[in-house]
């Protein structure tokens, strides 16, 4: 029996990121107390490091490596470069955060860089084992981020509910997945599509094992009636982690819903399709209805994300590559919104002083006109209002919705997202409208003043011109289907 | 020819730079430069247009200035602006009350005057866009961020009861342009991958579908307009938005709806149209009668003039839905004159409430006694309003009234009784104003108008006038495209 090498060029980046945290790691323990930025810069050079081996393996191929259980794919790739964009906002939006508030260890750097590798594993992966294990790796080194501010209370409770809920929601997914198995045989993705396709497995095991897996994947989407955990893990976690956990990890989601649903069981789509009508749907409902009763910002947008995460879905249910690469756009959207609402939200925070309530934003235009105008442009897109981007989102998703067939379903999406606009326009109306109840100055540094502006920028110019990242988005379909 | 100058994209887009620009001079030390960019971006806006008038050729029926640009394929859509001869008057009349909306603004405004100005100009580009767009997509686009100034202006400059109002307004409108798009999703679908307008005239829908896409596009234009039974927003919007808001929401926002009639629901779903006409004619004529007799009782003045807009649009509608050429020809003169007539009497009302601060008709009285060149202007325009001949607000009134006498004597009776209500409603609240001793010691302290606001009511006035004696040039080009559209109207698409 002679060893053959895998061909380890495909995970490149992955494999090192993994040196790099080690690096990382060690790096900051050597450097010490006062010397942090260390560990910082190493963090972005990592990041800009993935990006150039990302990139320049960019490939329009399909390439299975490990046996199988880990492919390199357009969509990968074009994933993958969100994601290390997105994490390095992150970071640069959370920096002064973090300082001020003691969190500045290298364990902040090294959790999120693994973090990372998980959903870099996720979105590669074409086994499900390696799909969980990604899921996992992400799941632990964020519960762990929501705990590090050790002596705060409301982050440790929140840290236990993440912990326990996604515990769950992994037990879910695995006994899903071994049900799967069951009925196969088989957990690599492509080789599932064939048999499923062949009929030589049990149908009524293999749709029970799919419901778990299904009520696995609202879990982790924080999709209704499963996103119990979002509100109270967006609120309790320090703003700059809830920061983390609403951005990056659904473009990793995102890679995950294709590989599971769409690629390993893409000919079970009219069970699956039903059930994600009845998420999408609640979701909708749940988030927009809940949100307007919310006081707090943080919770606010637990409950937007949960009705975002509806119209996500709603992407899926057309079952094509128009619907897919639709969501992805939704996606990628999303993400861009939610990095600079929280980003403005850590703006307001002082040293000493969080700012939680949505009457934080009171009077926002006497104070800052600029980060008031950029959240302007940032709630109208999650509005959906033209000419911002978010508007093409949800274009594009109804559009897919009723190629599909739906229209009720485009009916209930629009008329639902009509409520949501209520809470967005109160936060312009709390910015424009009324007074400031506090004239402390809104001090930033440049770095965060550039990408934030950048940021709001991307929202507008995006959506007037919103061909590329369209194009992007179903060029990243069509070569990995 | 080979080149045209894109004289219709410099109207869309050049007060939309100017109010850029505008905003662009920041807090209130620089106000003054923030009105004066924001006069010559209005006046450059106006003249922009003037070419789309002199260069019309008033016997096609078809679109003309067309320009024709690939915005993105993914769904093809295309920057797909031309206008024809319904379109280029109401886009005319956007570029010429823009100034006066800025002039009238100029000294009352003190507070974010660049935000204010920066709001109007941007304002009146992206209404000229809704206007010329050919695209369904870039129509909605413009259509929905005309809602974003007009939220800001009601919400920052309005009364105390502003924000309920900004967010009625905006909620009101969401509402039906929502579903409006749903339709226009449709009708991609239906017409094999198409957001063009153009192509929408030509497609065959059974009668069901066209009657839900005419429901979607009935509620977005109906919250516009707004018919009667989803009107309530507007003397709301009006009371609290501040003069200028309240002039552009009257004089050109409402024209909005009326315009999404006439493009889309009656060629697009023309089956529907006649098969709903009766409700639509019927919601008209409410409107007509019952929301004069809800004009004759109020005792706010913003929110009678309201109240009369909404009278007055019931005509608009009324004129739509008669299919024939007289009706609809009346109906977009009502809707110019109209966007002339409610402009002027929001600004005399604001003329009043900068001195007085005050909108309640028991406030006044004998105000002719100190403002006489005031009182004079005020008397025209009310005049106006209750269709005295003579004034635009007869041609229009008149040609709905006989048109609709053609089709069914009670419509046109019903309609008639506009000019007994419309006098009473306005002729009384000129009476209880201007006329009688002088009211209070504030009244009495009150100054004649100033040489600003004196050119502002005067424009109106010619504009008035003049419309009202010789209509010729406003009918005399739309008569090929009503015509033209009429042929669409009567064609079954099923």
Redo the contacts between chains.
């Keep these: 029996m002679n060893f053959i090498p895998p061909d380890f060029a495909p995970a490149s980046s992955e494999i090192f990121m993994l040196i790099m945290v080690c690096i990382v790691m060690l790096a900051d323990l050597s450097a010490g107390e006062g010397r942090r930025y260390v560990a910082y810069l190493l963090t972005q050079i990592t990041l800009l490091g993935c990006a150039l081996l990302t990139f320049l393996s960019f490939t329009t191929d399909v390439i299975e490596t490990f046996s199988g259980m880990f492919v390199d794919d357009a969509m990968a790739d074009i994933l993958k470069l969100m994601v290390y964009a997105t994490v390095s906002a992150v970071l640069i939006y959370s920096h002064a955060y973090i300082s001020d508030r003691g969190m500045l260890k290298g364990e902040f750097f090294s959790l999120i860089l693994f973090a990372t590798l998980g959903m870099m594993v996720m979105i590669s992966s074409s086994h499900f084992l390696t799909l969980y294990i990604g899921l996992e790796l992400l799941s632990l080194s964020m519960y762990a981020l929501v705990a590090l501010q050790r002596d705060s209370v409301v982050a440790t409770e929140a840290a236990m509910k993440f912990f326990v809920l996604g515990a769950l929601a992994s037990g879910f997914l695995l006994y899903g997945m071994s049900m799967v198995y069951g009925a196969t045989g088989t957990l690599h993705v492509s080789h599932l599509a064939q048999i499923i396709q062949s009929e030589a497995s049990s149908k009524e095991v293999l749709v029970v094992g799919l419901v778990f897996i299904v009520s696995g994947i609202a879990f982790k989407l924080s999709a209704a009636p499963f996103h119990m955990w979002a509100p109270d893990v967006y609120q309790g976690a320090p703003t700059a982690i809830t920061l983390f956990i609403g951005s990056a990890p659904k473009l990793a989601a995102f890679g995950f819903v294709m590989r599971l649903l769409v690629e390993g069981m893409g000919e079970m789509v009219a069970d699956w399709q039903g059930m994600l009508v009845i998420l999408a749907v609640l979701s909708m409902a749940v988030g927009n209805i809940a949100a307007i009763a919310q006081s707090n910002i943080k919770r606010m947008l637990a409950y937007s994300t949960i009705s975002h995460m509806g119209f996500l879905l709603l992407g899926f249910i057309s079952a094509d590559s128009n619907g897919y690469s639709s969501a992805l756009f939704y996606v990628i959207a999303y993400v861009l919104m939610t990095l600079g609402t929280f980003a403005v939200i850590m703006t307001l925070c002082r040293y000493g002083f969080e700012a939680e309530n949505i009457d934080d934003f009171k009077g926002l235009s006497k104070r800052n006109?600029w980060y008031a105008f950029i959240t302007l442009l940032l709630m109208?897109s999650l509005t959906g209002?033209?000419?911002m981007i978010g508007?093409y989102a949800k274009?594009?998703v109804?559009?897919a919705v009723?190629?599909a067939g739906y229209?009720w379903l485009?009916?209930a999406a629009?008329?639902f997202?009509?409520i949501g606009?209520?809470y967005y326009?109160?936060i312009?109306?709390l910015m424009?409208?009324d007074e400031p109840e506090t004239q402390e100055p809104i001090v930033s540094n440049s770095d965060v003043k550039i990408l934030l502006s950048a940021n709001g920028f991307a929202v507008l110019a995006l959506g007037i011109?919103?061909?590329a990242l369209?194009?992007l988005s179903?060029y990243a379909i069509q070569n990995s289907m | 020819m080979s080149f045209e100058f894109p004289i219709l994209s410099l109207v869309i887009w050049l007060p939309i730079v100017f109010g850029i620009a505008v905003l662009a001079t920041g807090n209130d030390r620089n106000a003054n430069s923030a009105r004066v960019i924001s006069l010559i971006g209005a006046i450059l806006g106006f003249i922009a247009a003037i070419p789309l008038y002199s260069n019309f050729n008033s016997a096609s029926g078809t679109m003309q200035f067309v320009e024709h640009l690939v915005w993105f394929e993914r769904f093809n859509v295309n920057y797909h602006v031309g206008i024809d001869g319904i379109s280029m008057p109401l886009i005319l009349l956007n570029c010429f009350i823009t100034p006066l909306v800025i002039v009238a603004g100029w000294e009352v405004i003190k507070d974010r005057v660049s935000q204010y100005m920066g709001a109007f100009l941007l304002m009146s580009g992206i209404v000229n866009g809704v206007f010329a767009s050919l695209d369904a997509i870039l129509f909605y686009v413009f259509w929905e961020a005309s809602l974003i100034p007009m939220f800001l202006i009601i919400g920052i400059w309005g009364g105390p009861n502003r924000v309920y109002a900004a967010i009625k307004f905006f909620l009101y409108t969401l509402l039906g342009s929502l579903l409006m798009l749903i339709a226009f999703i449709y009708l991609y679908q239906t017409s094999g991958g198409s957001f063009s307008i153009q192509d929408y005239h030509q497609l065959a829908i059974p009668l069901t579908p066209q009657i839900l896409i005419f429901v979607a596009f009935l509620l977005a234009f109906a919250v516009k307009v707004p018919m009667w039974p989803v009107h309530t927003w507007l003397p709301d919007a009006h009371v609290e938005a501040p003069t200028g808001g309240s002039v552009v929401l009257a004089a050109i926002l409402l024209k909005l709806g009326g315009y999404g009639f006439l493009r889309f629901s009656l060629p697009i779903a023309p089956d529907a149209s006649h098969y709903l006409a009766d409700m639509m004619i019927a919601l008209s004529l409410i409107a007509v009668v019952y929301i004069s007799l809800i004009a004759l009782i109020q005792a706010d003045m913003k929110k009678l003039i309201a109240y009369s807009s909404v009278a007055h649009m019931g005509f608009v509608t009324l004129g739509f839905f008669l299919f024939n050429a007289i009706g609809i020809e009346g109906a977009m003169v009502q809707m110019i004159s109209h966007g002339f007539i409610s402009g002027a009497m929001f600004l005399c009302v604001g003329v009043l409430y900068d001195r007085l601060h005050s909108r309640q008709i028991a406030d006044y009285g004998g105000v002719v006694n100190k403002m006489p060149i005031f009182a004079a202007f005020f008397m025209l325009f009310a005049m106006a309003n209750a269709g005295l001949p003579g004034t635009s607000g007869f041609v229009g009134e008149f040609m709905v009234i006989m048109a609709s006498i053609k089709t069914n004597f009670w419509y046109a009776f019903l309609a008639a009784t506009t000019l007994i209500f419309g006098a009473s409603y306005t002729l009384w609240m000129y009476k209880r104003v201007i006329f009688g001793a002088v009211a209070s010691p504030a009244v009495q302290q009150l100054n004649d108008i100033s040489k600003r606001e004196f050119a502002i009511l005067a424009i109106l006035a010619i504009a008035v006038l003049w419309m009202g004696l010789y209509p010729y040039p406003v009918t005399e080009v739309m008569h090929a495209t009503i015509d033209h559209l009429l042929v669409h109207v009567s064609n079954s698409k099923l």
């Design positions: 006109p109208l209002i033209p000419p508007f274009f594009a109804l559009q009723v190629n229209v485009a009916v629009v008329l997202s009509l606009a209520f326009l109160r312009i109306k424009y409208f011109f919103p061909q369209m194009g179903l």
